[in-house]
Every structure is written in C-alpha cells, then in structure tokens.
C-alpha cells in the first residue's frame, strides 16, 4: 500500500516555465489536496477537492491550476513559475467519513530560478 | 494553529526527559484537531489527534491536552528517544472547512 505518492521529487524551473506536479494516491480518499510550506510558516492551503470532478480554491490559489479526472490523481500545474513559488510542495488525502487525519506524500522541492 | 513568522521555535531535551510541545489555534469553532511529525525531507506524519469533547487523549509514549477555553493544545512525549527529533506541528479544523495549521516546533533531542 503506497499512500500518497508524489513526482517529481526535486525540480528546478526558470521563471515563465510551466509544469505539473503529479500525486496520486492508492487508498480511494475522495477528499485531496495541495499545500505549499514556507520555512518558518505552516501549510497554506492551494487547492483542494472533494470528489472527483470537482475543486475548489484554498487560501493561496493564484498561480496554480488543479483537475481531477479520478478518485486516484490530483495534479498541481504552474501555469508560468514566478521565484516566489519556490517551496516544498505537500499533496494530502482523507476519507471524508467523519473526522479523519489527513495522509500525506513527501513533498516536491521546487526551485524556481 | 497561528503563524508566528519565519523563526521556528526550538525544544532542545535531554534523551530519556519528557518533552512538552504547545500549540495555539484561534478558531473558537474549531472541533477536531491533529498532532504532525515532520522528519528532515519528509511528508507530515500523523501522530494523535482530539476531538472538542475531549481534553485528553493518551497514545503511545504521546498525550495530547486541549484546553477550549484558552484555545490552546499541547503535545506530551514521554521518555523522549533520538527518533523524536523532527518538526512538530498542530492543525486544526471547524466543521465544514479546512484544516488550518500551525508552523511548528523543532525538537532536538540532546544525547
């Protein structure tokens, strides 16, 4: 049972480039979502959905652009990477039965030059 | 949780000693709570969490007090080994919404 997984693990843009950070997850959670972590700051929210089909915005949305086709994947896409997207990149799953602790991925380091 | 900026505070303990990490959430709302560990280069893993009709909860080596009336939450390592050093942090979450998160402590563990 892999949990949530997360690719790339590292990624190095130029600013203006686009690209998509893959999750996917093997526990049929219909809840996932996207947060972005800044040192000293704690996980901000960036998208999130609650079934497949449907999304929604979280506290810092602009920049990025979600989908999901399937109950497995749920990829982030960087339309035109600015520097200060640079993080660590956290995607996260949950049943939504109830109150239920999220399951997260190891994250995508993403340096944007 | 709250941010409290770019420093992380830090918990250095001596192996062996109990440790006390706190937490402070602003949500009067908020019912349901999580305690995250964070090891170097590595997703949040769950630990513990509490729900508002509780002010205790006990696991292993780990206990969690919620404090509603001063909307406050802290975290009790017992016996604190090596292994435990990582980032510690809170979140929590009113019905309905998401979960907001708090920045996190650094616990060191000191041989």
């Known amino acids: 049972n892999a949990g949530v997984t997360q690719t790339p693990k590292f990624q190095v843009l130029k600013t203006g480039q686009s690209m998509t950070l893959q999750c996917a997850q093997d526990m049929n959670h219909e809840y996932m979502s996207w947060y972005r972590q800044d040192p000293g700051m704690g996980l901000r929210l960036i998208h999130y959905s609650v079934g497949a089909g449907i999304t929604d915005q979280g506290e810092v949305p602009n920049g990025y652009n979600v989908s999901r086709s399937t109950t497995e994947d749920f990829p982030l896409r960087l339309l035109s990477a600015a520097p200060s997207q640079t993080s660590v990149y956290f995607c996260?799953?949950?049943?939504?039965?109830?109150?239920?602790?999220?399951?997260f991925g190891d994250g995508t380091r993403l340096s944007i030059l | 949780g709250e941010s409290v900026g770019l420093h992380l505070p830090t918990l250095s303990v001596q192996e062996g000693d109990n440790s006390i990490i706190n937490c402070a959430y602003s949500?009067?709302?908020?019912?349901?709570f999580i305690w995250y560990k964070q090891e170097s280069g590595k997703g949040p893993q769950f630990i513990i969490d509490?729900?508002?009709?509780?002010d205790k909860r006990q696991g292993q080596r780990v206990t969690v007090l919620l404090n509603k009336t001063v909307k406050h939450l802290s975290l009790q390592i017992a016996a604190t080994q090596p292994g435990d050093s990582a980032v510690y942090f809170c979140a929590d979450r009113a019905y309905g919404q998401n979960f907001v998160f708090g920045p996190g402590t650094r616990l060191s563990v000191l041989p």
């Open positions: 949500n009067s709302a908020s019912d349901y």
């Open positions: 509490i729900r508002s009709n509780m």
């Open positions: 996260a799953s949950t049943d939504r039965g109830g109150n239920q602790p999220q399951h």
